[in-house]
């Protein structure tokens, strides 16, 4: 059945692809279908933009539309149409052809009900939102008016002739909507979980709003194990947590993970401002070297975080100044140094980073399980380098951009487990990963910021013949070693 939803009118890559998701967590699809296949029919309302916040889409049942709209972050709600027009007097027309049977169960005499009038595009007074009910007088509403719990709420919508100022190009025609409310998005989430007020808080914490669209975009929910091997100060993991999932993460800084600002400003006091789950387990481990025992697979449902690349954090992995010499014997930490001990670090690049996390992903994720994270892109005349990171065992089912800059954007990436892990696959994911490699030759840029970020510093060193270690040789990022 088709379902007029409307979207709040921000972050547009994103909207369609948070509805799909959720459609295939709440069971829209037919479980046999290929992942790449699990997409929803849209249209747009005549005369349409794109990124128009009013859009038709076909589901397969009212329950499975209300699910969506009272979970979703960018929908502002979902509809049962009764009529549109772009007059009044076409609306009028459009509703009274609507059939009796999807209008008469709402307008009984024991029902309460309420009508909003909204606009996008335009500001409606209190006066003309009155005269736009009253004018809604031929339809036969029998129950009373209810502003506080009504049974059934009713929705007038209109889009006014889009000027310069509303986002949108111009359309040629105003459109005018009157429907039946399936759902709508629960945006107090917001304010609640913003980082503001959050207790313990970190350079890279996601933003509410980003975190709770990863966990969909993830499909969290009660019952599911989802891991953030960046943990951070668990901007992400909180959001997961709040739909019902249990949750778990690793940071390569202990001291980010082990002790916070304090016992009463960690990471597990986030969790505790706002009442959720504890998580099962925070680990100090490095993505490079994963902690896992051997022959251990598919132990998580999703897998959800933001790579360290180099804008607000650079990248580490386990090393330091004995490493990049060559020496890479093991290292003994004596027994006095156990307790307060950090380990030396060296330079993650971005490419080995996502190759690591691409093979944890296709290891660890059970079949169907989903990986979401976001990856940074060089934009060139309003387009994106679209050389995504592959792996044989990950199918790509989403990419949503955010523009950061004129020059630069970041894409969350959206792939879900299609194959079981083997070597012969891992061999494959290797080929793969040097490929893509060296695909991003051209971002090495003396100068650039991805220089720093796709460069690993041993290499450079090697490429200047020595392995000797100085300040000079470090690669560097507005002033500041990475």
């Given at each position: 059945m088709w379902y007029l939803c409307v979207f709040y009118h921000r972050l547009l890559d994103y909207r369609r692809p948070e509805v799909e998701s959720l459609a295939d967590l709440f069971g829209a699809f037919d479980k046999e279908t290929d992942p790449q296949s699990k997409s929803l029919e849209w249209r747009l309302p005549e005369d349409h933009h794109p990124d128009s916040p009013f859009h038709f889409v076909n589901l397969p049942s009212e329950q499975i539309a209300c699910n969506i709209a009272n979970r979703s972050i960018l929908v502002k709600g979902i509809y049962e149409l009764w009529g549109e027009g772009s007059s009044f007097e076409e609306l009028e027309e459009a509703i009274k052809s609507c059939p009796d049977e999807q209008k008469l169960p709402y307008l009984t005499s024991g029902s309460t009900f309420k009508i909003t009038v909204d606009s996008f595009g335009k500001v409606v007074s209190f006066q003309e939102q009155n005269d736009r009910i009253q004018q809604l007088s031929y339809i036969p509403f029998k129950g009373q008016v209810n502003l506080s719990h009504p049974d059934h709420k009713f929705w007038l919508m209109e889009t006014d002739n889009y000027g310069s100022n509303n986002g949108l190009p111009p359309i040629v025609c105003r459109r005018i909507f009157f429907g039946r409310e399936i759902g709508a998005a629960d945006r107090k989430l917001l304010p609640t979980y913003q980082l503001k007020s959050r207790t313990y808080l970190g350079p890279t914490a996601m933003d509410a709003e980003m975190a709770f669209l990863m966990a969909n975009q993830a499909q969290a929910k009660t019952g599911k194990l989802v891991y953030d091997p960046f943990v951070g100060t668990g901007s992400i993991l909180i959001a997961a947590a709040h739909f019902g999932a249990m949750t778990m993460g690793a940071d390569i800084d202990i001291r980010v993970v082990r002790d916070g600002r304090g016992p009463d400003c960690n990471v597990w006091t986030n969790f505790k401002q706002y009442g959720l789950p504890m998580p099962i387990s925070l680990l100090r481990a490095d993505n490079n070297l994963p902690p896992w025992r051997p022959g251990l697979k598919e132990v998580f449902d999703c897998i959800i975080c933001d790579p360290p690349y180099g804008v607000r954090a650079g990248g580490r992995k386990s090393g330091g100044r004995k490493l990049l010499k060559g020496v890479v014997g093991p290292y003994t930490v004596p027994d006095d140094k156990r307790n307060d001990h950090i380990p030396s670090t060296a330079p993650y690049s971005l490419v080995e980073c996502v190759h690591d996390l691409l093979d944890l992903a296709a290891r660890m994720l059970v079949m169907g399980g989903r990986l979401v994270y976001f990856y940074p892109v060089l934009r060139e005349e309003d387009t994106i380098d679209t050389s995504f990171p592959e792996h044989p065992?990950?199918?790509?089912?989403?990419?949503?951009?955010?523009?950061?800059?004129?020059?630069?954007?970041?894409?969350?990436?959206?792939?879900?487990?299609?194959?079981?892990?083997?070597?012969?696959?891992?061999?494959?994911?290797?080929?793969?990963?040097?490929?893509?490699?060296?695909?991003?030759?051209?971002?090495?840029?003396?100068?650039?910021?991805?220089?720093?970020?796709?460069?690993?510093?041993?290499?450079?060193?090697?490429?200047?013949?020595?392995?000797?270690?100085?300040?000079?040789?470090?690669?560097?990022?507005?002033?500041?070693y990475v």
């Amino acid at each position: 059945m088709w379902y007029l939803c409307v979207f709040y009118h921000r972050l547009l890559d994103y909207r369609r692809p948070e509805v799909e998701s959720l459609a295939d967590l709440f069971g829209a699809f037919d479980k046999e279908t290929d992942p790449q296949s699990k997409s929803l029919e849209w249209r747009l309302p005549e005369d349409h933009h794109p990124d128009s916040p009013f859009h038709f889409v076909n589901l397969p049942s009212e329950q499975i539309a209300c699910n969506i709209a009272n979970r979703s972050i960018l929908v502002k709600g979902i509809y049962e149409l009764w009529g549109e027009g772009s007059s009044f007097e076409e609306l009028e027309e459009a509703i009274k052809s609507c059939p009796d049977e999807q209008k008469l169960p709402y307008l009984t005499s024991g029902s309460t009900f309420k009508i909003t009038v909204d606009s996008f595009g335009k500001v409606v007074s209190f006066q003309e939102q009155n005269d736009r009910i009253q004018q809604l007088s031929y339809i036969p509403f029998k129950g009373q008016v209810n502003l506080s719990h009504p049974d059934h709420k009713f929705w007038l919508m209109e889009t006014d002739n889009y000027g310069s100022n509303n986002g949108l190009p111009p359309i040629v025609c105003r459109r005018i909507f009157f429907g039946r409310e399936i759902g709508a998005a629960d945006r107090k989430l917001l304010p609640t979980y913003q980082l503001k007020s959050r207790t313990y808080l970190g350079p890279t914490a996601m933003d509410a709003e980003m975190a709770f669209l990863m966990a969909n975009q993830a499909q969290a929910k009660t019952g599911k194990l989802v891991y953030d091997p960046f943990v951070g100060t668990g901007s992400i993991l909180i959001a997961a947590a709040h739909f019902g999932a249990m949750t778990m993460g690793a940071d390569i800084d202990i001291r980010v993970v082990r002790d916070g600002r304090g016992p009463d400003c960690n990471v597990w006091t986030n969790f505790k401002q706002y009442g959720l789950p504890m998580p099962i387990s925070l680990l100090r481990a490095d993505n490079n070297l994963p902690p896992w025992r051997p022959g251990l697979k598919e132990v998580f449902d999703c897998i959800i975080c933001d790579p360290p690349y180099g804008v607000r954090a650079g990248g580490r992995k386990s090393g330091g100044r004995k490493l990049l010499k060559g020496v890479v014997g093991p290292y003994t930490v004596p027994d006095d140094k156990r307790n307060d001990h950090i380990p030396s670090t060296a330079p993650y690049s971005l490419v080995e980073c996502v190759h690591d996390l691409l093979d944890l992903a296709a290891r660890m994720l059970v079949m169907g399980g989903r990986l979401v994270y976001f990856y940074p892109v060089l934009r060139e005349e309003d387009t994106i380098d679209t050389s995504f990171p592959e792996h044989p065992c990950l199918k790509m089912v989403a990419s949503c951009e955010q523009i950061l800059s004129f020059r630069y954007s970041r894409v969350l990436l959206t792939m879900v487990k299609i194959a079981p892990y083997t070597d012969d696959i891992a061999e494959a994911a290797r080929i793969k990963h040097l490929e893509f490699r060296e695909n991003h030759l051209k971002w090495l840029e003396d100068g650039n910021l991805h220089s720093a970020v796709f460069s690993p510093l041993d290499m450079q060193l090697n490429a200047a013949g020595g392995t000797k270690f100085s300040k000079e040789s470090k690669p560097k990022y507005r002033g500041k070693y990475v």
